[in-house]
């Protein structure tokens, strides 16, 4: 799916520049590693996924999403973590930056008004080299090639702390949009569903009877005739999804 959110950004801010004063200020927010549970349900007792994927292959730009936990083991449901899979070569070139959107749909309205309501939202980025994570710098609003500036070789050696997914209020699926890096014109993205998600796409569309939007972007829509049970789609997800 290509398709993008019209705002254009020209404010590209320098990770490294920021990883001085951030470093100072970690441990405003607790971001430790927590495991995770297959059996995660709803208040009507429907399985449901804490991690999820999302990926555009003409892009070359793949994604996994999961819940925030803390050291509590308890879910904080204004962030959600990411972790980069696959970039374009171009994003490692200096050539292109991302920015990530927020989306909700909201009872009859048309997928061009659900794709044309995302909202950006800052992130704050985390160092996980043996998957203790250390917060090394926060609120920022665009990703470039300058995160190699901390010192690691790739940015799938870090994972994205998403700020403002507020699930209550609706705010249920995610937009990572690619913009080039000379006119700031956006030119694809990927989108996905956030976790908490019904593993069964049946109930998902079910729960979400009036968002036909976010209903094809559940995981496993493809796999609604599988005859797959609630508990391999869950088994499935934490294999397939989680990190």
Sequence with gaps: MNQVNPMKSKLILSLSLLVLFLVSCSNSMNTSESSFSSTSVDSAGNLLMECNQMQNTNL???????VFRNDANIINENYIRLKFTKLPIGFNEGTTYIQFFRGKQNPNETESQFFNSFERVSFDVEA??????????????????????????????????LNGFDLVAGYQSLQVVLYNSSTHQAYGSAIGLVPFIQVNPYTYQKTHWFQDSLVKLHPYWNLRNSGLSDADLSAKALQEFCF
């Design 60 to 66: 070359d730009l793949s994604a996994k999403l999961r």
């Design 128 to 161: 996980n080299p043996n998957q203790a994570s250390t917060l090394i710098a926060s609120g920022i609003t665009t990703l470039d090639n300058s995160t190699n500036a901390i010192g690691y070789k790739k940015l799938t050696d870090v994972t994205i702390v």
